[in-house]
C-alpha cells in the first residue's frame, strides 16, 4: 500500500520550491490523513467488515507514522495552498493526480 501512495504524494508534492502561500503544519496534517484515507478508501477500506475495522485504522496509523515526518516537511515548505485545497476535495486517487494538472 505505502508504494502505491508514493507517485500521488510526489505528484502532489511538486511545485515552486519556497511559494509564500505554503500551508501550515495543521494543513499539512490534515491533507496527509486526508490522502491516506483516499487511498485506503479506493482499496476497499471503506467497506470493510466491523471485525476489521480495527486492523484498517491500525494500517491507517501505521501509514501516517512512516509519511508524516518526510510527507509535513515537504508539505510546509513547498505545497502551493491550491493544491492542498484540491487534493482535501479528491475522493478517488483520480481526483488526487488531477491536483497537479490544474
Partial sequence: MLAR????????LISL???SDAPTEAECKKLMEHLIEVEQNA????AVSPELADDAKAVKKRVLGYLEEDFMKSCK?????G??????????PSDLAACDEG
Fill in 17 to 19: 520550491a519556497g511559494c
Fill in 5 to 12: 501512495l508514493w507517485p500521488i504524494f510526489a505528484v502532489l
Fill in 43 to 46: 482499496a476497499g477500506g471503506s
Fill in 83 to 92: 493544491q492542498l485545497e484540491c487534493g482535501m476535495k479528491a475522493t478517488k
Fill in 77 to 81: 515548505k513547498s505545497l502551493p495552498k
